[in-house]
């Protein structure tokens, strides 16, 4: 794996820099992070270190009139199994682990408010007993992203609060509730026209006091 490094290292900058084709920052990440992942530490893990950190620290935009619509679509999309937001199959960034209980796809988003990381996962639940434990089968789905990540401890709580201020603005009435606990936690809950609950969910958690990350979740009840 290690002697792949240096083209892992060039897909990623092919990603980040966009010659002759778009611009995906998160695949750069992808690629970067692969690197990171593997053992050892050459001058390609420093450098796709401080490529993740660069890229993770750009703040999206805070225009309403950017972030409202794109938001909008995805809090729709979150009580309608997001029927035409469902982009191209993806690995997401960080594993959601394994279960015997569901099994996840996940894909890209059609509505983009400049987050990063965005993927829309799609659990299928089977139907299972354990005991007294029954599971409820069913498919759900949900909106997950990063707003910023590898930014400075610092960081942290003001761009967390900025954002709260932003996501009261777009669905304003929705009830909420807030922590200013280590970093932050906000929910916040309405009902869409179709009789669906959505909840967007808030949070800034860290790994590490330079890796910090400021993340939002949308999803609605068990389809």
């Known amino acids: 794996m290690g002697g792949m490094l240096p083209a892992m290292l060039k897909l990623g900058q092919v990603y980040e820099e966009g010659p002759g084709m778009e611009k995906d920052p998160d695949a750069a990440v992808r690629w970067y ?56 199959e993806i690995e997401p960034l960080r594993s959601p682990g394994v279960s015997i209980l569901s099994k996840y796809t996940h894909y890209t988003c059609l509505a983009d408010p400049g987050f990063k990381n965005a993927t829309i996962k799609k659990e299928v639940v089977e139907d299972k007993t354990f005991g007294d434990l029954r599971t409820r089968a069913g498919i759900y789905y949900s909106y997950s992203a990063d707003i910023v990540h590898s930014v400075q401890y610092e960081a942290t709580s003001s761009i967390f609060n900025q954002w709260v ?55 609605s009840e068990m389809q």
């Open 165 to 219: 201020k932003v996501i009261k603005a777009v669905v304003p009435g929705w009830e909420s509730s807030l922590s200013n606990e280590k970093g932050g936690y906000f929910k916040i809950s309405g009902k869409l026209s179709n009789g669906k609950t959505v909840s967007i969910y808030l949070s800034g958690s860290a790994s590490y006091v330079d890796h910090q990350r400021v993340s939002i979740k949308v999803e």
């Open 33 to 88: 992070t692969k690197i990171k992942i593997t053992q050892g530490y050459t001058n390609a893990h420093a450098r796709a270190i401080g490529r993740i950190r660069a890229i993770g620290e750009v703040e999206p935009s805070t225009n309403l009139s950017t972030v409202k619509p794109a938001l909008l679509k995805i809090i729709a999309g979150a009580g309608n199994q997001f029927s035409g937001l469902l982009g191209h």
